[in-house]
Structures are given as structure tokens and as C-alpha cells.
């Protein structure tokens, strides 16, 4: 039998198990530069065990839907955020810890200009832009020892797209 996940736009209320939504939404928290620049101040929680904070760009290829979810993986030494280097969304796939392993996985659509942060330990996808150039600012840990967990799926999902009229969602394979 085939499990379905309807894939839903990102929301700071959908994601706050996972992690932070990051945008420009509300009024700034301050004015700055002689009134020019609206600052929205401390939008994410960046969480590590060890190591330090480090800037790095990431260029993924864009994907196309529908695409083979084989895996997640996770960073139990720190907060990983995802700052999109063009004016377009992507993909989020997310699944709640269930003793060590990931649960029924969620799958998110950000908007245009909406970065994201995920807290430390969370199950997540790959980077997933579904437009070019797929270009990425990333603020992780940088330090040593061991920062990755992957977790394959026995069944891969298959995660789809539909038109409007049907929805969107993400199917296991039978």
C-alpha cells in the first residue's frame, strides 16, 4: 500500500519542531543605515555541541519532480541553515526522530526569499532546489569529529508534485 504526504507550503508554526523559517515577515525589529534598512533581528537559533560557526556556499543541482527520496540524514553537533542565494524556493523534507531513526518524513515548499535553519539533530533530505542556479549560503559547524548520520529507507519514497486540483505529496513505494 502506498503512503501519501501532502506536501505543504512552509510555515513557522508547520516547521518549529524542525527548525527555523527565516524571513522578512512582519515589521523590522529595528531601522538601521540612516533609515534605509529594516534589520529582522536573530531569526534563527544557531545550536553546537562543539567547533565553531562556519560560512560556506553550496551549488546543488536542481531537481525535477517527481525524484526517488532513498535517504535523510542528520548533524548531532549542530544547527544547519540553509540561506538561498536567489529568489527562489525549494524543497524541505524533514522526519521526527522515532528512537534514533526517522519518522513518516514531511515535505515543505518554501516561498521566494525564505531561508531555513534546521535545529541540531533533525532528520532532514538533501539540498533540494527545484530552479537553477541552486546556489546556497550555509552556516554549520565546523569543527572535528563526527557531525553526519544517514539513514537509507528500506522503500524509497517517491516524492511528487501534482497540479493544484489534486495537491502534492510524497509517496512509498510499495
Avoid at 55 to 75: D, N, T, Y
Avoid at 121 to 144: K, M, Y
Wanted: aromatic share 8%.
Amino acid at each position: 500500500m502506498t503512503q501519501t504526504i501532502q506536501v505543504k507550503e512552509i510555515s513557522k508554526a508547520a516547521f518549529v519542531d524542525f527548525g527555523d523559517v527565516i524571513d522578512t515577515s512582519g515589521a523590522p525589529d529595528k531601522i538601521i543605515n540612516q533609515g534605509l534598512c529594516g534589520r529582522f533581528h536573530d531569526r534563527a537559533k544557531l545550536d553546537f555541541t562543539s567547533g565553531r560557526a562556519g560560512v560556506s556556499l553550496f551549488k546543488a543541482e536542481a531537481r525535477s519532480l517527481p525524484m526517488a527520496l532513498q535517504m535523510v540524514e542528520r548533524h548531532p553537533e549542530g544547527s544547519q541553515l540553509f540561506i538561498p542565494m536567489s529568489e527562489h524556493g525549494f524543497l524541505v523534507i524533514v522526519a521526527p526522530d522515532e528512537n534514533g531513526t526517522p519518522g513518516q518524513p514531511k515535505a515543505f515548499l518554501t516561498k521566494p526569499g525564505q531561508a531555513i535553519n534546521f535545529h541540531r539533530g533533525t532528520w532532514h533530505g538533501v539540498l533540494t532546489p527545484l530552479s537553477e542556479p541552486g546556489l546556497f549560503a550555509v552556516i554549520d559547524r565546523v569543527g572535528t569529529g563526527a557531525n553526519l548520520e544517514e539513514h537509507w529507507f528500506d522503500t524509497p519514497y517517491t516524492v511528487e508534485l501534482k497540479n493544484k486540483k489534486t495537491g502534492t505529496g510524497i509517496a512509498k513505494a510499495s
